[in-house]
Nanobody
Framework: QVQLVESGGGMVQSGESLRLSCEASGFTLDQYAIGWFRQVPGKEREGVAAMGGADDGRTYYAESVKGRFTIARDNAKNTVYLQMNSLKAEDTATYSC??????????????????WGQGTQVTVSS
């Protein structure tokens, strides 16, 4: 059974850091493109950071997080991380990871991904 489980969310002050984890079970993550997305009520899901699959070395970062967020894959742990530094109040959202083995052109588009975790809440207070 394919499953993605996010963890690491929480409540922090502006300027602090969090590291989100997206752990996969039922499949090997290194063959998949992985995207981190975030959503706040009333707004569309936004692509935050993503990385291509085994034969795709691309990474993507939304302009709003460039220089602050880093996506990284640990194949030994079958986990993808999102390191979030210098957090801002506007980063407050529910963060979810998506995965797909299909070829992905638009890493930042949520419906390119087949599998999703349940999400983890990040709240940044100013």
């Amino acid at each position: 059974q394919v499953q993605l489980v996010e963890s690491g969310g929480g409540m922090v002050q502006s300027g602090e850091s969090l590291r989100l984890s997206c752990e996969a079970s039922g499949f090997t993550l290194d063959q998949y493109a992985i995207g981190w997305f975030r959503q706040v009520p009333g707004k569309e899901r936004e692509g935050v950071a993503a990385m291509g699959g085994a034969d795709d070395g691309r990474t993507y970062y939304a302009e709003s997080v460039k220089g602050r967020f880093t996506i990284a894959r640990d194949n030994a742990k079958n986990t993808v991380y999102l390191q979030m530094n210098s957090l801002k109040a506007e980063d407050t959202a529910t963060y979810s990871c998506g995965a797909t083995k299909r070829s992905v052109y638009r890493l930042w588009v949520f419906n390119e991904y087949e599998y999703w975790g349940q999400g983890t809440q990040v709240t940044v207070s100013s």
